[in-house]
């Protein structure tokens, strides 16, 4: 069983990096096709998160008079806008290609095609965007006058660390949703219910004891608050050395056993498609 295993993961990393080139392609096609059409094409892409930042702004700030006082030299919206975009891609990620493979049926039918690329190109498709609105973040901030810092870099592990996690949901959930429609609903629940259990319109020091280890347990809150260690508090991610070894563990986890549940089930998508 385990050399089964074993091989299954081997299988899988193989199909991954001989159809490198196919999925960058297909993650292209798939950013043109969702705003293709559209007068303001991928301009909607960045309006979308962009427009929900200033909704929680805007609840937070003017309707429950909360949030006033900022966090140090940063006012509460620059506060907001780095945890809601670390939030956007995660969520568009549970959402969207947590059902790829049945939102690409066609593909799956096909006679010979790698379908582990599936749910890679969609959450790659994702991020081309999230790249680019952090890209925007680092001009709004430097246009506010606040000056680059060291912790500004390592914003490119956290958001490669937000990728793999995207990619085994992606790759986990996709597996799952080609047999349950059911569950693309119980998803968008969850997806619900997280973002109320992660800092992402709260602060994580407001929270202490043992809930604040319980919700540690949750590996979007290490993500969110890693994105607000680069540019809000100025933390690195090793001064945290025990949540960021647990994140890792789980993802190291999570990942095993989206491999085998993807070894599993992705030999009957195209009967059950």
Known sequence: MIADYIKTVRELARQTWDNR???????????HKKYKGAALGVFWAAAHPITYVLIYWFAVVVGLRGGRSGFGDFPFILWLIPGMFAWRVISDTLSAAGKSVRSNSRLVTRLVFPTITIPQFSVISLFLVHICLMAGVFVLFLVLGHSPTWYWLQLLYFMLASFLFCTIAATFLSALTVYSRDLVQF??????ALFWFSPII??????????????????IAYLVEGYRWCFIFGKWFWEAPGWTLYFWSFLFVFGMITAFVWGKMSRNFADVL
């Not at 709260?202 to 590996?219: D, R």
């Open 21 to 31: 080139a196919v999925t960058w392609e297909l993650a292209r096609r798939d950013l």
């Open 202 to 219: 709260w602060p994580m020091s407001n929270i202490e004891g043992v809930l604040s280890k319980l919700l540690k347990l949750n590996p």
């Open 187 to 192: 998803v968008r629940t969850i997806t619900r």
